[in-house]
């Protein structure tokens, strides 16, 4: 069975730092693309950042760019986001998300299997 | 940036009817949308993408139409489990990933 579990959200302060990781199983990392993806409470969905299979390719949402970094440890399954200089409007459930292959194992970018979320307050 | 609006923003239905849901894009993203199931509490679940082909283990009574600008997510004969949120989502200028604002359907 797939799966993906966050963890590393909390309570820090603006302008503050956290690390956010994810933990595959049921599949290896290694064959699929990966993206965070995250929901202000009460709001809709904000693709955040995404990486391929090997980490050559990383791209981020504007929103974010400069602040956050997305790194991935095939060998440990693990996906991982570092968030700096965090802001009021970072504030979110923040969700790993696998990207669905197409039959030819080509990247589709959608996501087709989510974790739970691990939840990043920014307040002082 | 392509913008994706869905409407309505709320459908009231009772177990058995049938919702159709639409996204339509500010320009045209061919066929490269998908839609997403959320509940309450839950993560978000795939139902279908490239507008029309269902992701494995989806009911039949879900189905997908439309290409370019204008979409519909069809729910057939709906069953107590589909009242959720709805988001369609185009990848046409990927990146980035672009989500609509959703749209709920209710129980009536």
């Known amino acids: 069975e797939v799966q993906l579990v966050e963890s590393g959200g909390g309570l820090v302060q603006p302008g503050g730092s956290l690390r956010l990781s994810c933990t595959a199983s049921g599949f290896a990392l290694s064959d699929h693309e990966m993206n965070w993806v995250r929901q202000a409470p009460g709001k809709g969905l904000e693709w955040v950042s995404y990486i391929s299979k090997s980490g050559g390719d990383i791209y981020y949402a504007d929103s974010v760019k400069g602040r956050f970094t997305i790194s991935r440890d095939n060998l440990k399954n693990s996906l991982f986001l570092q968030m700096n200089n965090l802001r009021a409007d970072d504030t979110a459930l923040y969700y790993c998300?696998?990207?669905?292959?197409?039959?030819?194992?080509?990247?589709?970018?959608?996501?087709?299997?989510w974790g739970r979320g691990t939840l990043v307050t920014v307040s002082s | 940036e392509i913008v994706l609006t869905q409407s309505p923003a709320t459908l009231s239905l009772s177990p058995g009817d049938t919702a159709t849901l639409s996204c339509r894009a500010s320009?045209?993203?061919?066929?490269?949308l998908a839609w997403f199931q959320q509940k309450p509490g839950q993560a978000p679940r795939l139902l279908m993408y490239d507008a029309s082909i269902r992701a494995p283990g989806i009911p039949a009574r879900f189905s997908g139409s439309g290409s370019g600008t204008d979409f519909t997510l069809t729910i057939s004969s709906l069953a107590p489990e589909d009242f959720a949120i709805y988001y369609c989502v185009h990848r046409r200028d990927w990146p980035p990933l672009t989500f609509g604002p959703g749209a709920r359907v209710e129980m009536k």
């Open positions: 998300a696998r990207v669905m292959n197409y039959l030819d194992n080509s990247a589709s970018y959608y996501p087709d299997s």
């Open positions: 320009q045209s993203v061919d066929n490269y």
